[in-house]
């Protein structure tokens, strides 16, 4: 079969687990050439191994996205050894469960740090020497769109990425470049998916799919926007959540009774 993004630089931030690494692994098959980044060496080494198994080509590289001078340095390492970056997955994120009564000041910076500095100092960077064809997909959240109880600073957080990517769309359309966010439901398997189901155990049975997502779900939408197809889509939030927020009262309510088993 044909590889979409064969010689393709990708980066990733976050890659090192759950959903980053899916996509890691995803844009690798796919032939890109793939730096993942993360804040963990030892689990970015680990799905660099992987990648190579694969007999891809990829590059290990241990940056705190919060960090300014760190993101610069691993745009120039990616630069030098793999080549332009035209792929970026701004994907770094932490979970966090307080309400906001007993919410620190640091939780709230510390939120928007990873979230929100760490995509504006990777796009900022990487938007100056991209080209037509190039990709930025940053990982949102339904929370970012709808809000989640426990989670002010997330969803603030979330929602910021999904105003930022509008406008750097429209900033940088004329240049063939699109900007997209992926707002995933309830995923699964991964550090941030399983606090959540540990605040709320029996979720999934309100699914309307009746599964959490996994990681290959938001990877599969990831690969596809960062092909060469996909240019006229832009400045989009894209929902992958099983068909969740369609389930307003109303229908969750319907949903419950179509479920019940015939007397
Ligand atoms: N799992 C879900 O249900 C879910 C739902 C909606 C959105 N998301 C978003 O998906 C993204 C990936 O989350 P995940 O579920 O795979 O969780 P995860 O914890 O498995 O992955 C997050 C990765 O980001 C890295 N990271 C954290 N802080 C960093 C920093 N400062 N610098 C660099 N790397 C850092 C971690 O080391 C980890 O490898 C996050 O942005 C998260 O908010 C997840």
């Known amino acids: 079969m044909q590889q979409i993004l064969t010689g ?10 759950g959903i980053g690494r899916a996509i890691a692994l ?3 098959r796919e032939g890109a050439l793939v730096s993942v980044v993360d804040v963990d060496p030892g689990g970015a080494e680990d799905v660099v191994r992987e990648i190579r198994e694969m007999k891809g080509e990829a590059l290990a590289i241990q940056c705190d996205v919060c960090n300014e001078e760190q993101v610069n340095r691993a745009i120039e390492e990616t630069e030098k ?5 035209g792929i970026l997955v701004n994907n770094a994120g932490i979970a966090g469960a307080t309400f906001l009564a007993d ?41 970012g769109l709808r809000g989640r109880i426990l989670g002010t600073h997330y969803s603030a ?39 959540m189901m540990e605040v709320a155990p029996d979720f999934r049975k309100e699914i309307p799919v009746l599964r959490c997502g996994e990681p290959e779900d938001i990877a599969e939408l990831a690969a596809f926007l960062a092909s060469p197809k996909t240019g006229y889509i832009t400045g989009q939030t894209i929902v992958v959540d099983g068909g969740a927020s369609l389930a307003h009262p109303m229908n969750q309510f319907l949903l419950r009774l179509m479920r019940q088993p015939e007397p």
């Open 81 to 85: 050894k793999l080549g332009r970056i």
């Open 26 to 28: 995803r844009l690798a």
């Open 103 to 143: 919410m620190s000041t640091e939780e709230w910076l510390r939120m928007f740090g990873v979230h929100c500095n760490g995509m504006f100092f990777f796009s900022r960077a990487a938007a100056k020497s991209m080209k037509e064809g190039d990709r930025i997909i940053s990982i949102s959240s339904v929370d």
């Open 157 to 195: 957080a979330k929602g910021a990425i999904n105003a930022f990517t509008a406008t750097l769309a429209l900033e940088v359309a004329h240049r063939g470049i699109t900007v997209n966010a992926i707002a995933p439901g309830q995923i699964g398997g991964t550090a941030i998916g399983n606090m």
């Open 8 to 17: 393709r630089v990708a980066l990733i931030t976050g890659a090192a687990s």
